[in-house]
């Protein structure tokens, strides 16, 4: 068995794979609820062999199946998603995005008789709001995994870089109901607190450094215009690439509200909407392999820079585990921006399902290459282990 044999064992699994994207595709189910979607990765992993934990850590639609070929050597992760966005569905094109990395591991299961190893295949739910990864990398989850790989659907084959760490703030201000007309001296206007909270961070926002991205919304701003509103309630997301920095950011963020309270007479308090997401760091040599193997199927692989378009629940998995997140064009580089009703259409062209199995070939090949290296392995492991991480 040699590694060039994975393309024929990837160029047999198309139908079933691409089944499986068009299933999901069809049936898109947010996250925390991506019962069939779930049901359809494990199926398919239980067909080939794998032994699947489904539920997983208590989230009724995340699962980890393993392929373990009972010799010695090192274990493959592979991380897929299958959650949908409200309205548009598939606008992520998380239907490909999972498909591609339980393919990956399928395919990698079909050698490792010969290699020796395992690998595993973890159903990841909720990337778009409270990702279930964070909670797999405060666990136990990795502790036995050696590299952790996900690939993205995209406009670009982008190498995996970096990604915003990110905190979700949510500031609630409680003042008093008056009458607006009859008696608004009786009131305090919560309001009021909140629209300052706004300006402040406003005025901060010169001295933010250029990575840094601070948004908000005002969620609850009263009831009635002729009533003193007495409750508000705003939510903020900050983010930065340095973990630290963010808590600089952050600190801006809870002086601000803390002073629109102060000044209009209300009080505040403050809590996580959503899970915090650290920043991706990208295991330099993982990613080599994967672009070398990239290179050899035909696909030369762009440095985007420190493309700052977001944040990724698989920022926490590269701190506790070397990892990659790369992207791969379905839309034969046709800038087509991510959450839009033509990305999700791109994971249905003949283009798109080539990209899905030369990327499933991809991620096979770099993780028979980890199984069969133990050189580079050790240099995957070295480099990560130098890495400054969050404690
Ligand atoms: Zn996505
Ligand atoms: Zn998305």
Redesign the pocket.
Same mark, same amino acid.
């Given at each position: 068995m040699s590694k060039e044999q994975l393309h024929e064992i990837v160029s047999e699994m198309r139908e079933e794979l691409q089944g499986l994207s068009d299933y999901i595709y069809e049936n898109p189910e947010l996250g925390l609820n991506e019962y069939k979607s779930s049901k359809a990765h494990v199926d398919l992993l239980t067909k080939h062999g794998f032994e699947v934990e489904y539920p997983y850590l208590g989230f009724d639609t995340a699962f980890r199946a393993t392929f373990d070929s009972n010799k010695p050597g090192p274990t493959i992760a592979y991380l897929s &998603?299958y959650d949908a966005l409200p309205g548009i569905g598939h606008g992520?094109? %998380?239907n490909m995005?999972g498909t591609v990395d339980t393919g990956a591991g399928i395919a990698l299961s079909k050698v490792l008789a010969e290699t020796g190893g395992r690998v595993v295949v973890l159903g990841t739910p909720a &990337? &778009?709001t409270d990702g279930v990864k964070v909670d797999m990398a405060n666990a136990d989850t990795f502790d036995d995994i050696d590299v952790a790989m996900c690939t %993205?659907p995209s406009d670009q084959n982008l190498m995996s870089n970096v990604s915003l760490a990110m905190e979700a703030l949510e500031f609630e201000f409680f003042g008093k109901t008056a009458h607006a007309a009859g008696a608004p001296w009786e009131g305090i206007n919560a309001l009021d607190a909140a629209i300052n909270m706004f300006n402040l961070v406003n005025a901060s926002r010169q001295q933010l450094r250029p990575d840094a991205r601070v948004h908000g919304i005002i969620v609850d701003g009263g009831v009635a215009a002729n009533v003193i509103p007495e409750y508000t309630r705003v939510q903020f997301y900050v983010r930065s690439l340095d973990i630290n920095y963010l808590q600089d950011v952050k600190a801006m963020v809870i002086r601000s509200a803390e002073a629109a309270a102060m000044a209009t007479g209300c009080t505040m308090k403050y809590n996580h909407f959503e899970k915090s997401y650290y920043n991706m760091i990208t295991n330099q040599k993982l990613s080599d392999t994967y672009n070398k193997n990239a290179k050899d199927l035909g696909i030369d692989m762009i440095d985007g820079g420190d493309d700052l378009s977001g944040s990724l629940d698989m920022g926490n998995v590269s701190q506790v585990v070397p990892s990659i997140h790369s992207y791969y064009d379905i839309t034969e580089g046709v800038p087509t921006a991510?959450h839009t009703v033509e990305f999700r259409e791109a994971t249905r062209t003949e283009f798109g399902y080539q990209a899905m199995m030369r990327t499933v070939e991809i991620l096979a090949r770099t993780g028979y290459d980890v199984i069969t290296q133990p050189e580079l392995l050790k240099e995957i492991t070295e480099e990560f282990n130098a890495i400054e991480k969050v404690n």
């Amino acid at each position: 068995m040699s590694k060039e044999q994975l393309h024929e064992i990837v160029s047999e699994m198309r139908e079933e794979l691409q089944g499986l994207s068009d299933y999901i595709y069809e049936n898109p189910e947010l996250g925390l609820n991506e019962y069939k979607s779930s049901k359809a990765h494990v199926d398919l992993l239980t067909k080939h062999g794998f032994e699947v934990e489904y539920p997983y850590l208590g989230f009724d639609t995340a699962f980890r199946a393993t392929f373990d070929s009972n010799k010695p050597g090192p274990t493959i992760a592979y991380l897929s &998603e299958y959650d949908a966005l409200p309205g548009i569905g598939h606008g992520c094109g %998380h239907n490909m995005l999972g498909t591609v990395d339980t393919g990956a591991g399928i395919a990698l299961s079909k050698v490792l008789a010969e290699t020796g190893g395992r690998v595993v295949v973890l159903g990841t739910p909720a &990337e &778009e709001t409270d990702g279930v990864k964070v909670d797999m990398a405060n666990a136990d989850t990795f502790d036995d995994i050696d590299v952790a790989m996900c690939t %993205h659907p995209s406009d670009q084959n982008l190498m995996s870089n970096v990604s915003l760490a990110m905190e979700a703030l949510e500031f609630e201000f409680f003042g008093k109901t008056a009458h607006a007309a009859g008696a608004p001296w009786e009131g305090i206007n919560a309001l009021d607190a909140a629209i300052n909270m706004f300006n402040l961070v406003n005025a901060s926002r010169q001295q933010l450094r250029p990575d840094a991205r601070v948004h908000g919304i005002i969620v609850d701003g009263g009831v009635a215009a002729n009533v003193i509103p007495e409750y508000t309630r705003v939510q903020f997301y900050v983010r930065s690439l340095d973990i630290n920095y963010l808590q600089d950011v952050k600190a801006m963020v809870i002086r601000s509200a803390e002073a629109a309270a102060m000044a209009t007479g209300c009080t505040m308090k403050y809590n996580h909407f959503e899970k915090s997401y650290y920043n991706m760091i990208t295991n330099q040599k993982l990613s080599d392999t994967y672009n070398k193997n990239a290179k050899d199927l035909g696909i030369d692989m762009i440095d985007g820079g420190d493309d700052l378009s977001g944040s990724l629940d698989m920022g926490n998995v590269s701190q506790v585990v070397p990892s990659i997140h790369s992207y791969y064009d379905i839309t034969e580089g046709v800038p087509t921006a991510g959450h839009t009703v033509e990305f999700r259409e791109a994971t249905r062209t003949e283009f798109g399902y080539q990209a899905m199995m030369r990327t499933v070939e991809i991620l096979a090949r770099t993780g028979y290459d980890v199984i069969t290296q133990p050189e580079l392995l050790k240099e995957i492991t070295e480099e990560f282990n130098a890495i400054e991480k969050v404690n």
